[in-house]
């Protein structure tokens, strides 16, 4: 069974970082892309990040580059985004998911087999 477990949300004050994590189990994890997205209250979901397991290429919405860093732990399974300078506008609920092979077309939820349960980040003003 494919299981992706989201962890480490909370709150935090504006400028502080989070660390999530997304462990996963029942996946060949050196052939894979993961993905974080996120929904905001009242807003579409979004992607934030993805890496490919096969390269390590990663990739970035506008709006957190140079604030987000997405790494993998292979030997673990586990995928990170390190959230730094968290702002308002980065409140959400956060989603990992794990689509094969890289991130080609990542914004793309449909591309998507597997979903974590979500995580809530909010960050106070």
């Known amino acids: 069974e494919v299981q992706l477990q989201a962890s480490g949300g909370g709150l935090v004050q504006a400028g502080g970082s989070l660390r999530l994590s997304c462990a996963t189990s029942?996946?060949?994890?050196?052939?894979?892309?993961i993905s974080w997205f996120r929904q905001a209250p009242g807003k579409e979901r979004e992607a934030v990040s993805c890496?490919?397991?096969?390269?390590?290429?990663?990739y970035y919405e506008d709006s957190v580059k140079g604030r987000f860093t997405i790494s993998s732990d292979n030997a673990k399974s586990t995928v990170y985004l390190q959230m730094n300078d968290l702002k308002p506008e980065d409140t959400a609920v956060y989603y990992c998911?794990?689509?094969?092979?890289?991130?080609?077309?990542?914004?793309?939820?449909?591309?998507?087999?597997?979903w974590g349960q979500g995580t809530l980040v909010t960050v106070s003003s």
């Open positions: 998911a794990s689509q094969d092979f890289d991130c080609g077309q990542y914004w793309v939820e449909s591309t998507y087999d597997y």
């Open positions: 029942g996946i060949t994890f050196d052939d894979i892309a």
């Open positions: 890496i490919s397991s096969v390269d390590g290429s990663t």
